[in-house]
């Protein structure tokens, strides 16, 4: 990329201060506040695939009950969640996670869920394996194996038998990567397993270039990532999580969604108000960057005139 003198400049600064928040957040103590954390319980690194791809798809809402919901499920999988599904019938136990709810996820949705997760590790041993025959590694991102991948999760679940709210609840499970919703889950999945080992990611899946990598993102990181001069898109979409990519490979290219975990700390631990609150905001190793804390010292300067 050729960079204007101002743009290398500002890619400079950019730089600087993600530093500080990834050296700042990236670490093991903020654990407890993302799913991830419950991955991490977990010593066996089949049971850490298969784990962190039920949380990450669980990773909606707030937190805490996240977290709880996550316990409940993996209490009902044992030991070994791996070892659960691998033995598991074509039918599930008629007790198994009967009732389960959470949101607009019915036991049904999640019942078909597991079983789908079960006959894919039947089929290929792992889900790295599954993801692996159609990833093609000179492709600039993930997302057209991650269509692949996750077509073939859906078709897993297609001659089963689920109620309309179920179908609705298993749809929201797996979203269509193809479509325009940025695929939050899937990607941070993704980040959690390709990452090397770094105490918060994962380092399981090792054939896959980070920079293939698509960041994360919700509506809170939209909004930050829009804030500090990521994207000037709007829109929350897979278009805009490209974006924030091809800006944040302008930093690293090589590891483009390291800076995820730190970036959205500040929004899950409500480092980073709404609106500018100066009082929270002084505070804030990125404020240079912000357009909130730009506009609110115009105004308060306005307001001293
Ligand atoms: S200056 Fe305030 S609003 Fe801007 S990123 Fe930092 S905490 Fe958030």
Same mark, same amino acid.
């Given at each position: 990329m050729n960079l204007t003198k101002n743009q290398y400049q500002n890619v400079e600064l950019i730089k600087r201060k993600l530093e500080i928040i990834f050296k700042k957040? /990236?670490? /093991?103590?903020? *654990? /407890?506040? &993302? #799913? *991830?954390g419950i991955v991490h319980e977990y010593k066996n690194s089949k049971d850490q695939e298969l784990v962190a791809f039920v949380s990450s798809t669980f990773a909606f809402g707030n937190i805490t009950y996240i977290r709880k919901t996550l316990k409940a499920i993996f209490f009902e999988l044992g030991k070994s969640p791996t070892n659960t599904l691998f033995n598991m019938g074509s039918n599930l136990d008629n007790t198994l996670f009967r009732d389960f709810k959470y949101r607009w996820i019915n036991s049904s949705a999640i019942r078909t869920f597991m079983l789908i997760l079960s006959s894919i590790l039947k089929k290929y041993g792992s889900l790295e394996n599954c993801f692996l025959e159609n990833y093609k590694k000179d492709e600039e991102t993930l997302r057209d194996s991650l269509i692949h991948f996750r077509n073939k999760l859906i078709n897993e679940g297609k001659n089963r038998k689920i109620d309309e709210k179920g179908n609705q609840g298993l749809q929201y499970l797996l979203p269509d !990567?193809? $479509?325009?919703?940025? %695929?939050k889950r899937f990607n941070l999945f993704l980040r959690w397993v390709i990452r090397p080992s770094d105490g918060i990611d994962l380092g399981l899946w090792r054939s896959i270039h980070t920079n293939q990598l698509t960041i994360p993102l919700d509506t809170h990181m939209a909004k930050i990532c829009v804030q500090i001069g990521l994207t000037k898109r709007k829109i929350t979409n897979y278009l805009t999580a490209e974006d924030i990519t091809n800006s944040l490979k302008a930093i &690293? #290219?090589?590891?483009?969604?390291?800076f995820d975990f730190a970036i959205s700390r500040l929004g899950i631990l409500k480092h %980073? !108000?709404? $609106?500018?609150i100066v009082e929270i905001c002084c505070e804030c190793p990125i404020k240079e960057l912000c357009i909130n804390w730009e506009e609110s010292k115009i105004q308060s300067n306005l307001n001293k005139k």
């Amino acid at each position: 990329m050729n960079l204007t003198k101002n743009q290398y400049q500002n890619v400079e600064l950019i730089k600087r201060k993600l530093e500080i928040i990834f050296k700042k957040y /990236n670490q /093991n103590i903020f *654990l /407890n506040s &993302d #799913p *991830l954390g419950i991955v991490h319980e977990y010593k066996n690194s089949k049971d850490q695939e298969l784990v962190a791809f039920v949380s990450s798809t669980f990773a909606f809402g707030n937190i805490t009950y996240i977290r709880k919901t996550l316990k409940a499920i993996f209490f009902e999988l044992g030991k070994s969640p791996t070892n659960t599904l691998f033995n598991m019938g074509s039918n599930l136990d008629n007790t198994l996670f009967r009732d389960f709810k959470y949101r607009w996820i019915n036991s049904s949705a999640i019942r078909t869920f597991m079983l789908i997760l079960s006959s894919i590790l039947k089929k290929y041993g792992s889900l790295e394996n599954c993801f692996l025959e159609n990833y093609k590694k000179d492709e600039e991102t993930l997302r057209d194996s991650l269509i692949h991948f996750r077509n073939k999760l859906i078709n897993e679940g297609k001659n089963r038998k689920i109620d309309e709210k179920g179908n609705q609840g298993l749809q929201y499970l797996l979203p269509d !990567p193809s $479509k325009s919703s940025p %695929c939050k889950r899937f990607n941070l999945f993704l980040r959690w397993v390709i990452r090397p080992s770094d105490g918060i990611d994962l380092g399981l899946w090792r054939s896959i270039h980070t920079n293939q990598l698509t960041i994360p993102l919700d509506t809170h990181m939209a909004k930050i990532c829009v804030q500090i001069g990521l994207t000037k898109r709007k829109i929350t979409n897979y278009l805009t999580a490209e974006d924030i990519t091809n800006s944040l490979k302008a930093i &690293d #290219p090589i590891d483009p969604t390291r800076f995820d975990f730190a970036i959205s700390r500040l929004g899950i631990l409500k480092h %980073c !108000p709404k $609106k500018c609150i100066v009082e929270i905001c002084c505070e804030c190793p990125i404020k240079e960057l912000c357009i909130n804390w730009e506009e609110s010292k115009i105004q308060s300067n306005l307001n001293k005139k």
